[in-house]
């Protein structure tokens, strides 16, 4: 039996028992699974959704140059049963508005609108059990100054991994081609060396083996109160 509810923070509480009473304020779900198979599974995974991040102020880069962020990503919970791949459910542990990423209203995609803040170096990380630290390299590779004040960043190819304080995931290195905001997209194998000794909790739902084009900075519509 499993049960969710959102908290005054905005925050899911989750709760999961065995025992045939439930607690009554919460609306319960049931699963029927071999005896064999009794063993459930709690994995903490990325959005499946790109998402869109907004710098603490608008950033230039030069021709050439790099800057890197991180971002402190709330988890999704995914439940399985021990040893399936079948998800019987996924949980975002903060619920996320959906924001419209294109320059109009029929060229683009509906994306995540992460209310988090953009951190810059790494001593303003915060120690959150249930957020993961995505860095981001962003690199200039046109020929041209760059400016920007989203991005758009797709998670799923990604891996989770467990560090000493924090949950980290890999390097994502963000090329801006110039043309069209078009975007060569890297992912390193393995998470920077300044996040200490990890172990790998869950891999990528999309595993990447070569470079992605993604269009990382076109021009954004907010739309509110998306479901």
């Known amino acids: ?106 060229e683009g995609d509906l994306c995540l609108a992460l209310r988090i803040s953009v951190k810059e170096n790494l001593a303003s990380l915060e120690r959150h059990p249930h957020r993961i630290v995505c860095p981001v390299e962003i690199k200039n590779v046109s020929g041209e100054l760059m400016h ?19 949950m980290w995931s890999n390097l994502q290195r963000v090329g801006h081609l110039g043309h069209d905001n078009w975007s060569r997209i890297t992912i390193e194998s393995k998470p920077p060396s300044y996040s200490g000794p990890t172990t790998l909790l869950t891999p990528p739902r999309a595993p990447l083996s070569k470079s992605l084009l993604f269009k990382s900075f076109p021009e954004v519509q907010s739309i509110t109160d998306v479901t």
């Open 1 to 106: 039996h499993l049960a969710h509810r959102v908290n005054e923070c905005g925050d899911e509480i989750v709760a999961m028992t065995m025992a045939p009473e439930q607690p009554a304020d919460l609306n319960w779900e049931s699963w029927v699974a071999p005896k064999l198979k009794s063993v459930i599974q709690l994995s903490p995974m990325l959005p499946s959704t790109p998402v869109v991040v907004r710098p603490v102020q608008p950033i230039s880069i030069h021709p050439g140059e790099a800057k890197m962020f991180y971002l402190e990503v709330p988890a999704s919970l995914v439940i399985r049963m021990d040893g399936s791949k079948h998800v019987i459910k996924e949980i975002p542990t903060t619920l996320q508005s959906k924001t419209w990423f294109g320059p109009n209203p029929t």
């Open 148 to 166: 920007f004040q989203r991005v758009r960043l797709p998670l799923s190819h990604l891996s989770v991994y467990q560090g000493k304080r924090n």
